[in-house]
């Protein structure tokens, strides 16, 4: 039996500054933080804690800074099981992304890549990789995108690809040819006007997809996704929570799927489970903080189907 991973994600590894505005400063008006704190964050590192938690042993693949905050990070992927044996510490300053809450529960989110835009092909070692079940890329460039996609050809595995904003912003024609080796692709809805033309219909946009990818998700904010097989299109259920922050919200959602879906389930099946996690996870600050396993996850939709 092979000792690396079932599960390898490749991408940012952030410390998260997360405050509470009173309000949106105008220019030079400085305004109050209500409540503050920093969380270990970045949407690689997400994605595989998540995984972690839901039983598949995982790694990640990333860059830190050789500063106490890179250590910090680090220790909280640890303490959760995830195999970071992969990530590489750089001279430069830890990723940090800086996320407002708003008093209308939107979300503010400045990020600085810092050591995370370190990471290079060279650093998805393909011994690593070759038992892997499947490849998860969050958040990467063009270039590593490109890099995980030759991986995947060359070592025939699973791959999904959640796109950010270096990959939203070279264009469909570039960015459907590094699609061709991934089997499911996630994005947000901002993401996808990004890419696409105004008026493109998700099932529109999906027909235009390589042959390989399978499943394309779009994911809604706090409302749930839209996710479409080219055959069947399922828009997520939408679940009434009480919703303090969104941030990890897609990389739970993101996992969860996955997982089922790796494990045979349907189209329908996956979303239910990955909708109702997301769901749970926006109830906690935080990008790790309050992760659900299966078990509260089923809890969940029993109470529901109870109501
Ligand atoms: O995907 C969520 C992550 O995006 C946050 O944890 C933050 O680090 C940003 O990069």
Redesign the pocket.
Known sequence: MSANPEVVSIG?L???LIGKLESIPKSDEKVLLKEFGR?????G??FAAVCQKHGLSSGFIGCVGDDAFGSEVLEDLRERGVDTSHVRKVRAST???F?FLTPRYERL?I?HRGANSYLKPSDLAEDYLRDAKLLHA??VTPEIATAVGERVQKLNLKASL?L?AELSRMGERKLLKILEHFDICFMNEETFGDIFEANATKQSVLQRFPKKLEIFVVTIGSEGALVSDGETTITSPSYDVDVKDT??A??TFAAIFDKHILGGASLEEAVKFAAAGAALKVQHV???KGIPDQREIEKFLNSIDKK
């Open positions: 940012n952030n410390l998260d969380w270990p964050g970045g949407g590192a997400n990723g940090f992304a996320i989110l990020e969050s958040s959640d950010g941030t990890g897609g990389d935080g990008g790790r």
